[in-house]
């Protein structure tokens, strides 16, 4: 699966970003889709998924603030993170799952400025 994401840039704290990332399946055909994002010098975490089913889960930090979604239509996922803080100022990838295998995206950067 090939992963095409896109929408990172630099927003001031409070301010809003959208995601995107456009599978080379079919939604329906992958397991889940879902961003995790890495800030430098720190592991790779999971910041939101969606299953093939529209089942969502969100990290904790991110709750109330980002929203996952889909688009059938255009076969891309979504992120929309709103009230973003510069804790979030990370390289955000887009993530499947498919058949247990994983792949990325290339990553985009989101920078929060203060």
């Known amino acids: 699966v090939q992963l095409q994401a896109s929408g990172g840039g630099l927003v001031q704290t409070g301010g809003s970003l959208r995601l995107s990332c456009a599978p080379s399946?079919?939604?329906?055909?992958?397991?889940?889709v879902g961003w995790y994002r890495q800030a430098p010098g720190k592991q790779r975490d999971l910041v939101a998924t969606?299953?093939?089913?529209?089942?969502?889960n969100y990290a904790d930090s991110v709750k109330g603030r980002f929203t996952i979604s889909r688009d059938i239509t255009k076969n891309t996922v979504y992120l929309q993170m709103n009230s973003l803080k510069p804790e979030d100022t990370a390289v955000y990838y887009c993530?499947?799952?498919?058949?247990?295998?994983?792949?990325w995206g290339q990553g985009t950067q989101v920078t929060v400025s203060s």
């Open positions: 969606i299953s093939s089913s529209g089942i969502t």
């Open positions: 399946d079919r939604i329906f055909n992958i397991n889940t």
């Open positions: 993530n499947a799952v498919r058949s247990k295998q994983n792949y």
